[in-house]
């Protein structure tokens, strides 16, 4: 006869799965996370680039400004807004703000929350001669939610710090991203 437990095995919770259900709902939660554009750049100078000013063409409709080459991608992130990366000073509050219950606040500022494959390469977002910022756009969406397509951009951030968290078995299970507004 073969034994069988009568408790579950233990088993360790998975981080990323429950960011999963937090992100994308489950039976006790409608889901947090919504669809933005990442403006990816790419360590390549568009024609336009001039060498002898170090400067892009703002006009450029290929690069429109950024002066690199890049690719634009769907990702679902969780946007916190008024709150500068608290773990990664890049993203350093240098005004006077507006100090709320819950501390100081600045609406230049967002704290993004990403998933594990978001950046696959987030090394780099840590080095210093990092030449350009990569951009984050929040899309416009219908009465009920659903993205419009073609998509409307209605808002710029520049991500300023993309910091890696580990969890089990050294597993990345989010990306805090630290935001900084930018005109559209
Ligand atoms: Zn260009």
Redesign the pocket.
């Known amino acids: 006869m073969q034994r069988r437990s009568y408790y579950p095995a233990n088993q360790v919770l998975n981080l990323r799965d429950e960011l999963t259900s937090l992100f994308y709902g489950d039976e006790s939660n409608p889901g947090i996370a919504q669809t933005v554009l990442i403006r990816r750049l790419l360590d390549q100078h568009?024609?336009?680039w001039y060498a002898s000013n170090g400067s892009?063409?703002s006009a450029?409709q290929?690069?429109q400004g950024e002066?690199f080459l890049f690719v634009e991608t769907l990702n679902n992130v969780y946007i916190a807004r008024n709150f500068g990366s608290v773990l990664n000073p890049a993203s350093v509050i240098n005004r006077q703000e507006f100090l709320a219950q819950y501390g100081l606040t600045d609406e230049n500022r967002a704290l993004c929350i990403a998933e594990h494959d978001c950046f696959p390469n987030y090394e780099r977002y840590l080095k210093p001669e990092h030449p350009s910022y990569d951009k984050l756009y929040e899309l416009k969406v219908d009465d009920d939610g659903v993205l419009v397509q073609p998509v409307v951009r209605t808002a710029k951030w520049k991500l300023r710090s993309v910091t890696p968290h580990r969890g089990d078995g050294s597993q990345i299970i989010y990306f805090e991203v630290g935001c900084e507004k930018e005109n559209l």
């Open positions: 568009c024609a336009c892009p063409n450029c290929y690069c002066g």
